[in-house]
């Protein structure tokens, strides 16, 4: 080794005044640029070690070094990706992408002070939850609101209110797990409360419900079986006949849906999924779901139904624990204002809309994508057709066809390809179909197409 080319090495003092980098110290803090420079200097350091020649201090390229590294020093962990998995409700990379009002609200909310607690009219404090509390209402034809932190939360705060030391009796056709530990069981459990199961896996009749009543009961638990479907040789009493029954025995009926849409959107030709309107309107007392699946907004639990049982679980200690905070609030309301005229769900959120696109619209993003990276030297592409899912514990077996671009650069296999995009500076996820890489266009927001196509220069080039 030389130590003559390492003691050639300035020091960091020295390139903070030297010309390579005076470009930088406009554009960067003190703290970051001495940062960047021994990150770079370390670097070069290491190159010397691998048998590197010194490079010029005062170059473009060395001043790119030290950039590169302020701007690596900058990125946070939790950072923006590409989604071409074509599952729009992915559960990994943060589920439901949200409209920009409700960005825009969102931010609002954070930048300054709100009145997330204080009511205007009267100048006394006021409740997080009449920001929405109103609008859910209409949306679902309930009686009264609340929203937590998600439906997890929101399914918790049900059985920790009014099934403590008492028995919910649930089909086992419906003792789902979730994901992330979240199974019925456990949960009704972990609440104190006895889960009576009836019926079998596919078939659960009135008689088994009656049968397994008791002085004990207080809830009857529907869940929606959101990520799996029961097919061929199955029965379950209707949501109507469930909700009389109860009512006749003094008990609450409870549905966790979920997923929880407030569109119809088999009406779009997607699934047979019971709209939250649909389940209150069958007589269901409490009905729970989701803020960031099939609604599309942010991680939240909304809990709606009978105004007395509302009232009960606002005076629980356990909703502290569990409530929502302004962040969150803000763009849910903001993203059920949107359900609302002069706003079409369909288009507006952006969940709906990935959803609903239709074939004419995917192939023209898939064949305007594949121009795009064509266009890069080095990269082919080819347009493919694709079965894709919505996710997310949502509308199981459902297959929505997309199309996609089959992309290929050097000699790579598809696995190379996948792990190198995934390592990319922008990550960008894609899977191996029929033996090639490709990203599912359904799944990409605006400004993704921008961000593929450098990341694609910057591997195709490397
Ligand atoms: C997804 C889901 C939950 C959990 O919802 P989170 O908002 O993720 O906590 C609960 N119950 C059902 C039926 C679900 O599909």
Redesign the pocket.
């Given at each position: 080794m030389n130590e003559e080319l390492f003691r050639q090495i300035p020091q960091v003092n020295d390139l903070l005044a030297s010309p390579g980098v005076a470009g930088l110290t406009g554009l960067y803090g003190r703290g970051e640029l001495v940062a960047g420079l021994r990150a770079a200097t370390d670097a070069v350091r290491t190159g010397l070690r691998n048998g590197d020649s010194l490079p010029d201090f005062d170059s473009a390229d060395f001043a790119n070094d030290v950039e590169a590294a302020i701007l690596g020093a900058r990125q946070t962990n939790l950072r923006p990706l590409i989604n071409g998995t074509g599952v729009v409700i992915h559960t990994n990379l943060g589920r439901a992408p949200l409209a920009p009002l409700a960005l825009q609200a969102m931010q609002v909310a954070a930048q300054g002070y709100s009145n997330i607690e204080f009511d205007l009219e009267s100048g006394r404090r006021g409740s997080r939850y009449d920001h929405i509390r109103e609008l859910l209402c209409r949306l679902t034809g309930a009686e009264d609101a609340i929203v937590v932190n998600?439906?997890?939360?929101a399914?918790t705060l049900t059985m920790a209110t009014f099934a403590k030391n008492k028995d919910v009796i649930v089909s086992r056709g419906e003792l789902?797990e979730?994901g992330g530990s979240?199974r019925v069981p456990d949960v009704i459990a972990q609440n104190g409360a006895r889960l009576v199961e009836v019926g079998t896996t596919n078939k659960t009749h009135m008689a088994d419900y009656e049968r397994a009543l008791s002085d004990d009961t207080a809830i009857i638990l529907r869940?929606?079986t959101?990520?799996y479907r029961l097919v061929g040789f199955t029965a379950k009493p209707a949501l109507e006949t469930l909700a009389d029954f109860a009512h006749e025995h003094d008990l609450l009926l409870v549905e966790?849906?979920?997923?929880g849409t407030l569109v119809d959107l088999a009406k779009a030709g997607i699934g047979d999924e019971p709209t939250v309107g649909e389940s209150i309107t069958a007589g269901a007392d409490i009905v729970t779901f989701?803020g960031?699946?099939l609604l599309g907004g942010p991680?939240a639990?909304i809990i709606v139904g009978k105004a007395n049982l509302i009232a009960e679980m606002l005076k629980n200690p356990l909703l502290r624990a569990i409530r929502i905070d302004k962040l969150s609030l803000a763009a849910l309301e903001a993203t059920l204002r949107l359900y609302e005229a002069p706003f079409d769900p369909m288009a507006d959120v952006p969940v709906l809309a990935m959803l609903t696109a239709g074939s004419d619209e995917l192939r023209e993003k898939a064949e305007r994508l594949a121009g795009l990276l064509d266009d890069i030297d080095g990269v082919s592409t080819e347009v493919v057709v694709l079965d894709g899912e919505a996710g997310g514990?949502s509308l199981p077996g459902i297959t929505l066809s997309s199309f996609g671009v089959a992309i290929v650069w050097g000699n790579h296999k598809p696995e190379a390809m996948i792990e190198a995009l995934r390592n990319a500076s922008t990550a960008v996820i894609g899977r191996i179909v029929r033996n090639q890489m490709v990203l599912d266009v359904r799944t990409l927001v605006p400004g993704d197409e921008e961000r593929l196509c450098v990341t694609m220069g910057q591997l195709a080039g490397a």
């Open positions: 998600n439906c997890a939360a399914v789902v979730i979240f869940t929606h959101s990520n966790d849906l979920g997923s989701s960031d699946k991680q639990g514990g």
